[in-house]
């Protein structure tokens, strides 16, 4: 099946079912999630276009498309809402004084690093994420021990500079 082909399709199987889909969308959701899920909606149709055989009913093609489309983004759905409020009950309610020092001591060394010039933010940030030099070197086409000096410099300077910064905060 050739593009052109798919998208005629595509338009006219919109245009004559595009009821079902809205069905199945306002079925499996609510909100602002309807208009995410007519779209994967419209998109697992756009998908399985190629593999339709022209001796079964469009409609009932469709109608298995689109409820097999929101079965699978429901799951989705589902899964992602759990790792959400996995992530928000493992959150201190109230932030400790503590946590708000580390979370302002933080901000200052992010600070810092958005002040470098481009090439040396992503070496420091690339060394911060526990990348080793032969890794860094590989990312950026560079030479270990030009990693190695170019990071030896970076942390003195940042050191520098979260120094001033510390003194400026007492």
Do not use: C
């Amino acid at each position: 099946m050739t593009p052109e082909e798919q998208n005629i399709r595509f338009s006219a199987w919109l245009d004559q079912h595009a009821a079902v889909l809205h069905h199945v969308a306002n079925g499996f959701s609510e909100g602002a999630d309807r208009h995410d899920l007519m779209q994967e909606l419209m998109l697992a149709m756009w998908r399985a276009i190629p593999v339709y055989r022209a001796g079964a009913q469009a409609s009932t093609f469709i109608y298995r498309v689109a409820h097999n489309a929101a079965l699978n983004w429901r799951r989705t759905q589902k899964n992602y809402r759990e790792r959400i409020d996995r992530f928000e009950a493992q959150a201190p309610a109230e932030p400790t004084a503590d946590s708000r020092r580390e979370h302002e001591a933080l901000e200052h060394v992010y600070a810092a690093i958005r002040r470098l010039p481009p090439l040396d933010r992503s070496l420091i940030l690339l060394h911060l994420d526990g990348l080793d030099y032969a890794e860094i070197a590989g990312i950026h086409g560079l030479t270990e021990t030009n990693v190695g000096a170019r990071l030896s410099r970076l942390r003195q300077k940042l050191a520098t500079t979260l120094e001033d910064i510390t003194h400026e905060l007492r």
